[in-house]
């Protein structure tokens, strides 16, 4: 029963195959290499196996965005449909979340679709399976033009903290992938959490351009594209924090 389950998981991951960013064949890994102090350091062959995965993901070069933890998709998927001069990645750890996403990118589900998108398949998006660790593992210094994290897992115990992805090394690290000028959208449902990120953005210097800690009694609100959490919290009354960080 549970060998047919994987089988048929494996299979419905196949036919999204097109939609998905393969890792990179080297092995990834380029942090901490012995001699090295840098933490963000590529070997070359890291680095060229890099520029050639994404010029075939990505072929026009454009504004690239980036989705940690995207769950089953809507966020990402109605951001590409309205922005189709921009290409969009989303990051997904989990295989049967992120098969929920690639169908409905591919518009072979109905759930959800976004109106913009009717039933056509987006052209401007991509996927990857993989749970983030460090960037430099998957991107190149300054190629992103910003990252979104929607009501990550806030790892509420003291000495977990370093697990938060917005903890300050974490930042950092978007940081680097992400261009000079480029930003870091954050919203959550956890305060606490939310309390943390703020500090942790201002430890790192990151310029905070918009903030709220009500978000559906703000202005942003109009623009801002929902998650599929958010509709969840939101609907129960639930305030949204939201904060806009520009990376230096
Ligand atoms: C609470 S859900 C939120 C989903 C979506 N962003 C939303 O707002 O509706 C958080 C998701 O992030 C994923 N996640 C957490 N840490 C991650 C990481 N380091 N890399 C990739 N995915 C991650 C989890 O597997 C989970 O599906």
Not at 128 to 135: G, I, P, Q, Y
Request: charged share 30%; with cysteine.
């Amino acid at each position: 029963m549970r060998q047919r389950k994987a089988k048929d998981l494996d299979k419905r991951l196949q036919e999204c195959s097109d939609y998905i960013v393969p890792l990179p064949e080297d092995g990834g890994r380029s942090y901490g290499e012995i001699g090295s102090k840098d933490p963000n350091f590529q070997s070359p062959e890291h680095e060229a196996a890099l520029r050639q995965l994404w010029k075939a993901c990505f072929p026009r070069q454009r504004d690239l965005y980036l989705e940690i933890g995207c769950g089953k998709g809507d966020f990402i998927t109605r951001k590409a449909a309205k922005d189709p001069a921009s290409d969009f990645l989303a990051i997904e750890g989990q295989e049967t979340v992120i098969l929920r996403a690639l169908e409905k990118a591919k518009g072979l589900t109905s759930e959800e679709l976004p109106d913009e998108a009717g039933r056509e398949p987006l052209q401007n998006l991509k996927f990857m399976l993989t749970f983030v660790d460090h960037m430099s593992d998957y991107f190149l210094e300054n190629q992103l033009s910003g990252v979104y994290l929607n009501f990550s897992d806030p790892w509420p115990k003291a000495r977990h903290a370093k697990r938060r992805l917005t903890y300050r090394k974490r930042l950092l690290d978007y940081g680097w992938a992400v261009r000079p000028g480029g930003f870091i959208e954050i919203k959550t449902d956890n305060d606490p959490l939310y309390a943390f990120t703020l500090e942790e953005l201002e430890a790192v210097g990151y310029e905070i351009v918009e903030q709220t800690a009500d978000l559906h009694h703000s202005d942003y609100a109009a623009r801002l594209v929902m998650t599929e959490y958010e509709k969840k919290f939101h609907s129960r009354g639930k305030n949204i924090n939201y904060v806009k960080a520009l990376v230096p």
